[in-house]
């Protein structure tokens, strides 16, 4: 299934700081990162583009400000990458969220829209060293993310399993240089992934 974007109804791309990259501060409210590679890359007949992620939420952060922050633009397609988050204040802050709460916070964003719906798959490159042994905790909520892509209809980006091949030729610093936040090049190849999936 590929969308064919409508120059005059808004893209709402939504998630944590892979998504954010400075938007808040950026005048044009994109940022660095891949949301502004798709902006340039969609030239002048694109739709208008709106930024809405913040750095560190986790799935339920998301979805305590969905309605203001995505819901109120009308949105005729949202893409959301989340759930690194809830994987990684496990290991940094002992609060881990269980696979079921993630989900029920998915859900809690799916529910509520009625236009196409674009899931990225959160990733992981470890680079750290015990960065391998969050795939426990990550593996699971890859799992709940899938699922949803299917019952929901939703298009799913599997940008975990394609980033994860590209490291091994180029090296996951290369991608990703703490194995979460992506390089310009991670950068790239998350909005090259996104092209391909959704529009081709």
Not at 2 to 29: E, H, K
């Amino acid at each position: 299934m590929s969308i064919v974007l409508d120059p005059r109804r808004t893209v709402v791309f939504a998630g944590d700081s892979v998504t954010d990259c400075g938007r808040r501060t950026d005048p044009d409210g994109l940022g660095d990162g891949y949301v502004r590679r798709l902006y340039d890359d969609l030239g002048d007949n694109r739709p208008p583009i709106v930024n809405a992620g913040i750095s560190g939420n986790r799935a339920v952060e998301l979805a305590a400000r969905w309605a203001t922050d995505v819901l109120a633009h009308d949105p005729a397609l949202v893409s959301i990458l989340i759930g690194i988050n809830d994987t990684w204040r496990r290991y940094d802050k002992n609060d881990p969220t269980t696979p079921e709460s993630f989900e029920a916070s998915y859900r809690a964003l799916l529910d509520p829209l009625s236009c196409p719906v674009v899931l990225m798959e959160p990733f992981l490159l470890p680079v750290k060293d015990g960065q391998d042994a969050w795939r426990e905790d990550l593996d699971p909520k890859l799992e709940a993310v899938r699922k949803l892509a299917v019952e929901y209809g939703a298009i799913l980006v599997p940008t975990d399993v394609e980033l994860t091949k590209q490291a091994v030729s180029v090296g996951p610093a290369a991608l990703a240089g703490d194995g979460v936040h992506p390089s310009p090049a991670g950068h790239q190849a998350l909005a090259d992934l996104w092209r391909h999936y959704v529009l081709d």
